[in-house]
């Protein structure tokens, strides 16, 4: 069982779209973490998020921690296609120091 | 500033050989952190250094070994290689802060015939 899951695992989408990918657990996390990575290379670290209803955003990207910090989500409006990638999120448990990772979703954006 | 980096980008075993894989992290980073990715699934943690002592495992067997030296490079040892192991291996750093922001370097892709 996994301990954080992701949907939708793969999403194929046309440029200009808006989509939105989810990350949930039963278990509370200190910390969240969203991460995009592309074929062949390491994830990039986009965001952390660590307080129960906090929303950020980076440029069109919008990320939001529920409320209970067992949840999160990565809205992109208008998506493009250089935001096709791999998208994980990652949280933390405690003071444990250890990311677990969720199964990722494979986002497409045709042009 | 120089990203993590790791090396070699790939490498190629046979069955039954062992494979040694570094990695250097962000100057100023003590913790290290090694994952295995294989093809179609997440990251799975195989284990943290941290100031040269080994903090924690994953669920991997024994002949998946590491260390992490002075200066905070590391290294994984993987013996006896089974091709099950063929994946990315990725090597990420992160300092001691509040939160556990880590950073990845590109991988090493490590296929065992």
């Known amino acids: 069982t996994q301990l954080l899951e992701q949907s939708p695992q793969f999403l194929s989408i046309q440029e200009g779209e808006n989509l939105t990918v989810y990350c949930n657990s039963s278990?509370?996390?200190?910390?969240l973490q969203w991460y995009r990575q592309e074929p062949g290379e390491g994830p990039v670290l986009l965001v952390t998020?660590?307080?129960?209803?906090e929303v950020k955003k980076l440029k069109r990207l919008t990320f939001q921690f529920g409320d209970a910090r067992k949840d999160s989500s990565l809205h992109i409006t208008a998506a493009q296609p250089g935001d096709t990638g791999l998208y994980l999120c990652?949280?933390?448990?405690?003071?444990?120091?250890?990311?677990?990772f969720g199964s990722g979703t494979q986002l497409t954006v045709l042009p | 500033e120089a990203g993590v980096t790791q090396s070699p980008t790939h490498l190629i075993k046979t069955r039954g050989q062992q494979a040694t894989l570094r990695c250097s992290p962000i100057?100023?980073?003590?913790?290290v952190y090694w994952y295995q990715q294989a093809l179609g699934l997440g990251l799975q943690f195989l284990l943290w250094?941290?100031?040269?002592?080994?903090?924690n495992r994953g669920n991997f067997p024994p002949r998946f070994s590491g260390r992490q030296f002075p200066n905070y490079s590391s290294e994984l040892n993987v013996n006896a290689l089974e091709l099950e192991d063929s994946a990315l291996y990725l090597c990420?750093?992160?300092?001691?802060?509040?939160?556990?922001?880590?950073?990845f370097g590109p991988g090493t892709r490590l296929t065992v015939l």
């Open positions: 990420a750093s992160s300092w001691t802060s509040q939160y556990n922001e880590q950073f």
């Open positions: 998020v660590v307080t129960g209803g």
């Open positions: 100057s100023g980073h003590t913790s």
């Open positions: 990652a949280g933390e448990r405690g003071s444990a120091r250890q990311l677990t």
């Open positions: 250094y941290d100031e040269g002592e080994e903090r």
């Open positions: 278990s509370v996390f200190s910390s």
